[in-house]
């Protein structure tokens, strides 16, 4: 079993900073990429950054040199920086893992956590 536990949502202002985590625990034998969406009542669930092998980082143009990615061990974190009234959302992690040396990835999400940006 593995299981994806979300933190650091919260209420701020326009301009303000917020640093969101998400801890993957469990049987896991190799995490091939770890990233961030959002979604809002209006809009689908929309990709916002991701760590793909460890190495190769992508963002949506929507929050490059705003938000910054990274991860320790299993845990992936989103560092976001001069926020906006527009990056209020419902943020998701996604995990792309193998459990076992046989099996294939497999992307499991986080219970998401609230960011409301107020202006």
């Known amino acids: 079993q593995v299981q994806l536990v979300e933190s650091g949502g919260g209420l701020v202002q326009t301009g303000g900073s917020l640093r969101l985590s998400c801890a993957a625990s469990g049987t896991i034998f190799e995490i091939s990429s770890m990233g961030w969406y959002r979604q809002t009542p209006e809009n689908p669930r929309d990709f916002v950054a991701i760590i793909i092998g460890g190495e190769s980082i992508e963002y949506a143009d929507s929050v490059k040199g705003r938000f910054i990615i990274y991860n320790v061990t299993n845990t992936v974190y989103l560092e976001m920086n001069r926020l906006k009234p527009e990056d209020t959302a419902v943020y998701y992690c996604?995990?792309?893992?193998?459990?076992?040396?046989?099996?294939?990835?497999?992307?499991?999400w986080g219970q998401g956590t609230q960011v409301s940006v107020s202006s």
């Open positions: 996604n995990i792309a893992l193998k459990r076992f040396v046989s099996d294939s990835y497999y992307h499991y």
